[in-house]
Structures are given as structure tokens and as C-alpha cells.
Nanobody
């Protein structure tokens, strides 16, 4: 049974930091990463790390966010620094099985989603 358990969201002021975590179980995943959806907007890709160690970021977060995995490759983290009000969104953990293209990642290429966790940045 697939389970994606997200944690670490919350509210901070602009310029602050948050760290999101997503613990995945059920399979060995090739792709792990994050999407986000702001109110009234589409869900957008944020960052991906795959089992080969390849990492990519959306342009909007490059240089501010860092994605990483634990050694067992079943937990993915998103360290978010220099947060801006426009980073306010619900952040979704995403995983993809072997064979998925995820650099960059489109929603159709995600096999399983987390329930989402809210991040609110105040100005």
C-alpha cells in the first residue's frame, strides 16, 4: 500500500525558511519531488530528485529551494529559504515509478500524490 506522509508546513514571514518532508512507503520510487498549487491556480512542478541523483528545479525556486533524500531514498526533503509571499501554496509530495520522466516533471507523470501541506508566507 502506497503511503506518502508530508510534514513541515506552516506560516512564516517573507525571508524566512521552512523544511518539508515526505516519507514514502510501498514501492521503490525512481522519482521523488514536489509540486505546489496556489489558490485559484494550477498545480506546478517545484523540484525533482531521481534515483540517479539528478536534481532539477523550477526557475521560480532555483537558488532558494534545495531538494534532498535520505540514504534509504524513501524520504524526500524540500528546504525552502528566502521565502516570498508568492511561494504561498499547498505543497504536494509526488513519486514516480521506474520509467517515468521527471526532469522536469508534469502531473501526468506522477504515479502517487501526497495529500498536500499548506505553506503560507506573509509579507
Amino acid at each position: 500500500q502506497v503511503q506518502l506522509v508530508e510534514s513541515g508546513g506552516g506560516s512564516v514571514q517573507a525571508g524566512g525558511s521552512l523544511r518539508l518532508s515526505c516519507a514514502a512507503s510501498g514501492y521503490t520510487y525512481y522519482c521523488m519531488g514536489w509540486f505546489r498549487q496556489a489558490p485559484g491556480k494550477e498545480r506546478d512542478w517545484v523540484a525533482t530528485i531521481d534515483s540517479d541523483g539528478t536534481i532539477n528545479y523550477a526557475t521560480s525556486v532555483k537558488g532558494r529551494f534545495t531538494i534532498s533524500q535520505d540514504d534509504a531514498k524513501n524520504t524526500v526533503y524540500l528546504q525552502m529559504n528566502s521565502l516570498k509571499p508568492e511561494d504561498t501554496a499547498k505543497y504536494y509530495c509526488a513519486v514516480g515509478l521506474l520509467g517515468r520522466r521527471c526532469q522536469p516533471w508534469v502531473m501526468a507523470g506522477v504515479d502517487y500524490w501526497g495529500k498536500g501541506i499548506l505553506v503560507t508566507i506573509s509579507s
